[in-house]
Every structure is written in C-alpha cells, then in structure tokens.
T-cell receptor, first 113, second 111 residues
Framework: GNSVTQMEGPVTLSEEAFLTINCTYT??????LFWYVQYPGEGLQLLLK?????DKGSNKGFEATYRKETTSFHLEKGSVQVSDSAVYFC????????????FGTGTRLTVIP | DVKVTQSSRYLVKRTGEKVFLECVQD?????MFWYRQDPGLGLRLIYF???????EKGDIPEGYSVSREKKERFSLILESASTNQTSMYLC??????????FGSGTRLTVV
C-alpha cells in the first residue's frame, strides 16, 4: 500500500540554522511527492512538489529531492527564518483514483530569534 | 489561482445541533475532500467526492454526511453535533492526479 513516514516533531531551531525534515514513503507505483506547509490558524498550502525520480522541487528557499533508491523526499532549507514556523506535511500521490493523496502526520517547526 | 473558500473560520455550536460546513471552489475541479485535523492525529479523511452527487467514505465518516449538488460546492453535515466533533475542518479540491488545494479551515467548537 501507500504510506508516508515523516520525522516526528516538534523541531525547534534558531534563526539562520539549517533545516532538515525527513520523509520516507512506501508506494506501489510511481508516485508524485509533495510538501505542504500550514501556518498557524490556516489551511495547508502546497510548498513544493516533484513528479519523478531525481526531480528537485524548490520554493521559498526550501528544497527536496525525489530519491527513488532510498524512497525519500527530505525537506531542507539552508537558513530558516522566524516566519518559517509552521507545520510541514509530506505527501504522496499514487497517480490513480480521486482519493490519491496520502499525508504524513506533520512536523511542527518553531524558529526562535 | 485556485481558490477554495470555506464559509466560516470559526463556529461555535451546541451539542445536538445540525451543523453545515460549506466549501466552494472556483476552478472546476472534479474532486473535493473533507478532512478533520486534530493535535497528534494529523489529517483524517472524512468524505470525498469525485463528481456531482457522488460521494465516498473516507477513514472516519461516522457522525458525518456530505452533499454535492453542484460541482463547485461540497457541504459537510454534522447531523447531531457532539463534543468529540470539536476540531479543525479542512476542505480541499483537486484535478485528477494533481496536488490538492486547501481552504483556510473552519475551527468548530461544540459545547
């Protein structure tokens, strides 16, 4: 079946620190992979995505590379800001059917000045 | 930009009330979804719909129903609200084999 496992939080970092949030997946086919971000009191927003192996998604200084050999899609940012404080969700799409997005449980990031 | 609009940001309802949560999307997406989000439990799918008048149960449909009379509108109904339905409710829509677009959420408190 399809599933996503992501790093348990919460994660607390100082401003300008390097961020990694781990995400691994299990899928039966060739999924697309996503990172969503949820700012306090808001819904989820698509942060970045990658649709095939070795693709790199990037947005707002965040990056993630689709690694088929390790079934991973880790989120990274070189220098976090207080405004990056949010909950981050890794997700995969199994390319079939309407209900095709599987979410991880989310990782809460807090960045302190 | 695709917009998914949820009619209320905050709602407070009494136990036993019938509650309607409305969601409207403006990009002609076929698929629409209702999730609830609770601390420590992540996102849990309640119901989804892949076409007008079509609905499918998600992981936790008990105590909820849905209605999709028009393509752009997907309503979540709590027939008789209970305190354990206090939660953040998120609506989303998607095209086939694409990522989801979420609304801003409705925080429902049942007292």
């Amino acid at each position: 079946g399809n599933s996503v496992t992501q790093m348990e939080g919460p994660v607390t970092l100082s401003e300008e620190a390097f961020l990694t949030i781990n995400c691994t997946y299990t899928a039966t086919g060739y999924p697309s992979l996503f990172w969503y971000v949820q700012y306090p009191g808001e819904g989820l927003q698509l942060l970045l995505k990658a649709t095939k192996a070795d693709d790199k998604g990037s947005n707002k200084g965040f990056e993630a590379t689709y690694r088929k050999e390790t079934t991973s899609f880790h989120l990274e940012k070189g220098s976090v800001q207080v405004s990056d404080s949010a909950v981050y969700f890794c997700a995969l799409s199994d390319q079939g059917g309407a209900n095709n997005l599987f979410f991880g449980t989310g990782t809460r990031l807090t960045v302190i000045p | 930009d695709v917009k998914v609009t949820q009619s209320s940001r905050y709602l407070v309802k009494r136990t036993g009330e019938k509650v309607f949560l409305e969601c409207v999307q403006d990009m002609d997406h076929e698929n629409m979804f209702w999730y609830r989000q609770d601390p420590g439990l992540g996102l849990r799918l309640i119901y989804f719909s892949y076409d007008v008048k079509m609905k499918e149960k998600g992981d936790i449909p008990e105590g909820y129903s849905v209605s999709r009379e028009k393509k752009e509108r997907f309503s979540l109904i709590l027939e008789s609200a209970s305190t354990n339905q206090t939660s953040m409710y998120l609506c989303a829509s998607s095209l086939w084999q694409d990522g989801y677009t979420f609304g801003s959420g409705t925080r429902l408190t049942v007292v």
